[in-house]
């Protein structure tokens, strides 16, 4: 007997792109000092007030089956946010709360496609996509965004690999290149998804870490509400990674059948996860601020650190809690060079290759430690690619 041909083909025979996250683990578990800069983890606990929303509503008896679809009143207060950020009004009967905006994303997959259909995925792209529509059974097909246009889409590639397609899925502010796209290129491709009668699903978790410029929802754009699914999630703007909370806004008829996808796959969330999610998005608007601003300033700090150092180039984010830092001058790939780092200086960053081959020989640094040892890492990459950029 052996496993399906579908979960053994989530990665296709390929990687899951996290290697050098389990590899500093590993080193780390071995005693030896690593400065992990690889995955989006705010250094700091959930803010001490959602704590305690979420423990007075275990202690108040939200501790038995919770409505599955999500609590009435959580998915009024997500509509209400999502209205505001999409700039499209927004039912509760639009919304499905989700263990995470991972699962609200293999929920919209299995809405969208039916085996064998083409998904369209602009790279580089979050290191889960692939996997994801593969889990689903579609098929992958990646359109490139190029450092040379600040990460933003080739729109005629796009329009090209999305011929034939059923769907296609777009992620701004953008993980892991922190591009925001511009209204001109959103415009684009909805008209691109409106011309090919693509589902269209928009991950917007980062919606509210924009440094240039401002979001732009599809949803918002004249003729897409019908065809968007939104992913939206607290694990970025409130620190809450681990409550596992996110959502999708979808039309009411596929927010129902996606209704149906949950009932049968997680039944639901904790009413207590719920209440705390409740409390985040209606009380607790000063620690989404205050989050956001310290990711705002390290932005700001990235940059200029690593302005007009030798051996790199930084394509400056927009948005989310990321810098790509370029080091194709070292002589090295991304994933070469990720290693060679981890190895010599003890500073774990995610190779670009984890993300899709337009972002080869870049790295991904988040964000995630107090300035001084951001700055100090940033200061010890740059010197590292200078002196390999010399050896070349």
Same mark, same amino acid.
């Not at 994801?132 to 579609?138: C, E, F, I, L, M």
């Given at each position: 007997?052996?496993?399906?041909?579908?979960?053994?083909?989530?990665?296709?025979?390929?990687?899951?792109?996290?290697?050098?996250?389990?590899?500093?683990?590993?080193?780390?578990?071995?005693?030896?000092? =690593?400065?992990?800069?690889?995955?989006?983890?705010?250094?700091?606990?959930?803010?001490?007030?959602?704590?305690?929303?979420?423990?007075?509503?275990?202690?108040?008896?939200?501790?038995?089956?919770?409505?599955?679809?999500?609590?009435? #009143?959580?998915?009024? $207060?997500?509509?209400?946010?999502?209205?505001?950020?999409?700039?499209?009004? =927004?039912?509760?009967?639009? %919304?499905?709360? *989700?263990?995470? !905006?991972? &699962?609200?994303?293999?929920?919209?997959?299995?809405?969208?496609?039916?085996?064998?259909?083409?998904?369209? %995925?602009?790279?580089?792209?979050? $290191?889960?996509?692939?996997?994801?529509?593969?889990?689903?059974?579609?098929?992958?097909?990646?359109?490139?965004?190029?450092?040379?246009?600040?990460?933003?889409?080739?729109?005629?590639?796009?329009?090209?690999?999305?011929? +034939?397609?059923?769907?296609?899925?777009?992620?701004?502010?953008?993980?892991?290149?922190?591009?925001?796209?511009?209204?001109? *290129?959103?415009?684009? %491709? $909805?008209?691109? /998804?409106?011309?090919?009668?693509?589902?269209?699903?928009?991950? #917007?978790?980062?919606? !509210?870490?924009?440094?240039?410029?401002?979001?732009?929802?599809?949803?918002?754009?004249?003729?897409?509400? #019908?065809?968007? =699914?939104?992913?939206?999630?607290?694990?970025?703007?409130?620190?809450?990674?681990?409550?596992? @909370? !996110?959502?999708?806004? /979808?039309?009411?008829?596929?927010? *129902? @059948?996606?209704?149906?996808?949950?009932?049968?796959?997680?039944?639901?969330?904790?009413?207590?996860?719920?209440? /705390?999610?409740?409390?985040?998005?209606?009380?607790?608007?000063?620690?989404?601020? /205050?989050?956001?601003?310290?990711?705002?300033?390290?932005?700001?700090?990235?940059? #200029?650190?690593? &302005?007009?150092?030798?051996?790199?180039?930084?394509?400056?984010?927009?948005?989310?809690?990321?810098?790509?830092?370029? %080091?194709?001058?070292? +002589? @090295?790939?991304?994933?070469?060079?990720?290693?060679?780092?981890?190895? $010599?200086?003890?500073?774990?960053?995610?190779?670009?290759? &984890?993300?899709?081959?337009?972002?080869?020989?870049?790295?991904?640094?988040?964000?995630?430690?107090?300035?001084?040892?951001?700055?100090?890492?940033?200061?010890?990459?740059?010197?590292?690619?200078?002196?390999?950029?010399?050896?070349?």
């Amino acid at each position: 007997m052996k496993p399906s041909a579908r979960i053994r083909g989530i990665l296709d025979g390929g990687s899951d792109g996290w290697e050098i996250l389990a590899r500093a683990r590993a080193m780390q578990r071995a005693g030896r000092p =690593v400065l992990n800069l690889t995955i989006g983890e705010h250094e700091d606990p959930t803010p001490p007030r959602i704590i305690a929303a979420m423990g007075d509503s275990a202690a108040g008896g939200e501790t038995r089956y919770a409505a599955f679809t999500g609590k009435p #009143e959580l998915r009024a $207060a997500i509509a209400a946010r999502a209205a505001s950020r999409t700039g499209a009004p =927004v039912r509760s009967e639009e %919304v499905i709360v *989700t263990a995470g !905006g991972q &699962s609200a994303l293999l929920y919209a997959f299995l809405a969208c496609l039916d085996p064998g259909d083409a998904m369209v %995925v602009v790279d580089p792209f979050y $290191a889960t996509y692939p996997g994801t529509v593969r889990a689903a059974q579609g098929v992958v097909r990646l359109a490139p965004s190029l450092p040379d246009r600040g990460f933003q889409p080739d729109l005629a590639a796009l329009d090209a690999a999305c011929d +034939g397609a059923r769907a296609l899925l777009i992620n701004s502010p953008h993980n892991p290149t922190g591009a925001v796209y511009t209204p001109e *290129t959103m415009a684009a %491709v $909805a008209e691109i /998804a409106r011309r090919r009668d693509l589902w269209l699903i928009s991950d #917007e978790v980062y919606d !509210g870490m924009v440094w240039r410029g401002a979001h732009v929802s599809p949803r918002g754009l004249p003729g897409m509400a #019908e065809r968007t =699914v939104v992913i939206g999630s607290l694990s970025k703007s409130h620190g809450m990674t681990g409550f596992r @909370l !996110g959502w999708a806004v /979808a039309p009411e008829a596929v927010a *129902t @059948l996606m209704g149906d996808l949950a009932l049968n796959a997680t039944y639901g969330l904790p009413g207590f996860i719920q209440d /705390a999610g409740l409390f985040a998005l209606t009380r607790a608007g000063p620690e989404e601020d /205050a989050l956001a601003a310290v990711f705002r300033r390290r932005r700001d700090l990235a940059v #200029e650190t690593l &302005s007009g150092r030798n051996g790199i180039a930084l394509s400056p984010p927009d948005g989310a809690m990321y810098v790509m830092v370029d %080091v194709r001058s070292a +002589g @090295l790939g991304g994933e070469a060079f990720a290693n060679a780092l981890l190895e $010599a200086e003890g500073i774990a960053v995610m190779p670009g290759e &984890s993300f899709g081959q337009a972002a080869a020989g870049h790295l991904r640094v988040a964000l995630t430690v107090p300035d001084d040892q951001l700055a100090d890492a940033l200061r010890r990459i740059a010197d590292f690619a200078a002196a390999r950029a010399a050896a070349a």
